[in-house]
Each structure stands twice: as C-alpha cells, then as structure tokens.
C-alpha cells in the first residue's frame, strides 16, 4: 500500500510502498478514508522527538474498518470510526478513574515484539514504526481497539478525522482542562486546526468574551466564524496591552496553541489573578523559557499543561459527532482542502504560511 514515511528529521515525507500485517490480539485494520495535516506531525518531522525511524505518522483520521483481531470486542467489519493518539491501557488506577489522557500504560496498545512488525518496507522488508500507534498517512493502518471510536455514518470523513485530534484537543482544553463556565473570558492564542476548537469549546461553554490571536490577519474571519468575538493581528500589535485594552483585569483563561515560548509568557501575563494559562502547542524537546516565579506566585496563575484536551475519547468524540449532527458543533469549515497523499509536503508548507484550517488527505 501507498504511505507518507518519514525517514529522517528533515521536515519531508516519501512516498513509499508499505506492507501491513493482519490484525492481530485486539487490533483493527482500518481503510483509512481521510487523514488531517495537525502541525504535531510537522513537529515530528522536523525535529527528534524520540519517534524510532523511520515511521509512517498521521494521527486524525476517520475510516471504515476492515478487518479485526480475534480478541476485538468493540467494533467490527463496517464500522466507520475516528481514531486518536491517545493511548490508554483501560485498567490502570488513571484509566479506572475516568482519566484515560493520564494513562501508565499507554506501551500496552503497542504490538508485541514477538508479535512481529505492524508495518515493513515493501523493498527491503525493514520495519516502519507505527508513529502515535496510529500510522494514517497510509491507505491502510492497523490500530489498537482503544484507540478507535464508532462514530455515525452520516458524519462525512473528512469531518470526522478532525474530531481525532484538532477537536478533542481545542474544544477538550476549553470545555474539560479549563472546565469554563458561562459569561468567562478566554484568551486564544495562535488559531489554526486546535486554536478554532478552543474558540468552539469556549463559545460551548458559554463564554462571554473569546480574544483570538494570531499573526496572519487573514485567520480573522475563521475566527469569528467560530465564536471569537474579538481579533488581534499579533504582527503589528504589543499582544498583552491589547487583551488589557479589552479585558483591563486580565482574561479568566489564556490557551497557547503554537508553541512558542515568547507567547507562553505572554499567556500568563494575559490572566487575572487566579486565572488559568493552558500550554497546548507542543515545545520543542529541551526547550524552556523563563517563568516570573514569584509574579506567577502573587497571582496565583493556574498554569497547566494540556495533552489532547484531556479528553476521554469514547465519550467525547460521539459527543462532538453528535453535535455536528444537530448542527450546534462547526466541522465543515475546519476542512479547508482535500489532497491526495502525494501533496503531503506542499500541503505542509501550506500550513506554515496559508491561511487554512486544516488540509486532509482524501484520496491516496
Ligand atoms: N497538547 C496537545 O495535546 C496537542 C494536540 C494537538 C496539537 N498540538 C499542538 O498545537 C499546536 C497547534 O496545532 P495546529 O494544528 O492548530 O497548528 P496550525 O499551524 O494550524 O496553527 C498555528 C497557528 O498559529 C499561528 N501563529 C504561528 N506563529 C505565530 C505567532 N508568532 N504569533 C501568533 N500566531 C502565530 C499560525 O498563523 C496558525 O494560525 C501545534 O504546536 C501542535 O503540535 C498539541
Ligand atoms: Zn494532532
Ligand atoms: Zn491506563
């Protein structure tokens, strides 16, 4: 089968033949029908964060399963599902207590090194990591049950990949790590696939004010299509004496969904006293930035790390599905444009510079 490999840190995918196991314990094969382009991938590609190489990555996708495991429980041949990286044991003291995100065990939904190679090179036979336990850059990809969640078959593909990462991630960081309440502020820093799902999540959630940054103007509409009701250009404009223009006590909660450590400051000068500042955008590996200890401290600023919006994925992505299904819950203009998997690179350099929401692949 045709896959985007990645096969050295240097921010570029090949294109490849890959060949891919039978499933096998609680493994599922899935035919992969859309795949989105989140900037965590572009992350992994372009820099060494421990990812064993070389590896097919892609991590939000939707599909139909194809084939399951003798041990599989939950879905079966036919299903259309949405899978997720988030890798969870099911019976650790974190799993049993709801918070599945903070798994102990997230190895066990890995294949067995007895059990062989998920996926080889068709060439040569070398093995090919299966990069987040998902490996969706591919026409084909086999994942643990855990991983998969059934969702409704009139929810489109390319709609219900983005509900694998860039929605649960967004809108989880804003209606479950920040648990926002109505007619509180939100701050939203960078704006692309995650940022529009935390403005979702807040406006959700009742938000009375939702701030929304970034450094291309042209993201203003997306925005306020979803929810914000404020734009600041952070090109031309000191970033935290604007939100203080608007919000003079500082906002109630500040989410960072770049990456960068010179906006992970501003967050928490952002926040009024006892207000939250959620890192969501991934760091590079040994990067740091200095914190104003003792200004964190006077204000008492919540500051947390974010991972996938600590979201259960078997309850919220039916959630989400469901209320896109209403018509409550915005997809359709997450999906800026569909590619074929052999556009993977331009579609990438697409997300560095465009003014997109998500790029999906569609069609292989
Ligand atoms: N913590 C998690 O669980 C998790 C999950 C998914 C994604 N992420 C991370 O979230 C981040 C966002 O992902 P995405 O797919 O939405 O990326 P994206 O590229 O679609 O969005 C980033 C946005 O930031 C804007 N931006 C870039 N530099 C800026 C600057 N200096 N000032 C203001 N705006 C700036 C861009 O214009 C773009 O709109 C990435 O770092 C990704 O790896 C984290
Ligand atoms: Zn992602
Ligand atoms: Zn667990």
């Not at 590609?45 to 097919?56: D, F, K, M, Q, S």
């Not at 059934?150 to 960081?173: D, N």
């Not at 223009?245 to 906002?251: S, T, V």
Request: charged share 20%; with cysteine.
């Amino acid at each position: 089968m045709k896959a985007a490999v990645l096969n050295a840190n240097e921010g570029r995918f090949d294109i490849e033949e890959v060949s891919i196991d039978a499933p096998k314990g609680r493994e599922v094969l899935v035919d992969v029908k859309a795949c989105g382009l989140c900037h965590s991938d572009l992350h992994l590609a372009e820099a060494n964060y421990g990812t064993p190489l070389p590896a097919v990555l892609g991590h939000e996708l939707a599909g139909i399963v194809s084939a399951v495991g003798p041990h599989v429980r939950e879905l079966k041949v036919g299903d259309h599902v949405v899978g997720s990286l988030v890798q969870f044991c099911g019976h650790c003291i974190s799993c049993l207590s709801g918070r599945t995100y903070q798994c102990e065990n997230p190895q066990e939904t890995m294949r067995a090194s007895e059990d062989g190679q998920r996926l080889t090179r068709t060439s040569d036979g070398a093995p090919v990591y299966t990069g987040w336990g998902t490996a969706a850059f591919a026409e084909q990809t086999l994942v643990h049950e855990n991983q998969l969640v059934k969702v409704p078959e009139e929810v489109p593909f390319p709609q219900a990949s983005i509900l694998g990462c860039g929605v649960i991630t967004g809108a989880g960081a804003a209606i479950n790590t920040a648990d926002m309440r109505p007619g509180e502020t939100a701050v939203v820093i960078g704006v692309g696939g995650v940022g529009l799902n935390v403005i979702a999540g807040a406006k959700l959630a009742g938000a009375e004010r939702i701030i929304a940054i970034d450094a291309q103007p042209q993201k203003e509409e997306l925005a306020r299509k979803f929810g914000a009701t404020d734009f600041i250009n952070a090109k031309d404009t000191d970033a935290v004496a604007a939100v203080k223009a608007i919000l003079p006590r500082g906002a109630d909660h500040a989410f960072e969904v770049i990456g960068l450590t010179s906006t992970s400051e501003q967050a928490i000068q952002m926040v009024r006293p006892g207000g939250g500042v959620y890192l969501i955008g991934l760091h590079r590996p040994g990067q740091t930035f200095p914190l104003a200890g003792l200004d964190v401290i006077v204000r008492q600023v919540d500051l947390r790390g974010v991972f996938m919006g600590s979201s259960n994925i078997k309850r919220d992505i039916p959630m989400y599905a469901d209320l896109y299904l209403q018509g409550r819950f915005n997809l359709d203009d997450l999906v800026s444009r569909e590619v074929n998997i052999s556009e993977i690179n331009e579609a990438y350099e697409d997300l560095k510079h465009g003014a997109i929401a998500r790029s999906v692949i569609t069609s292989f």
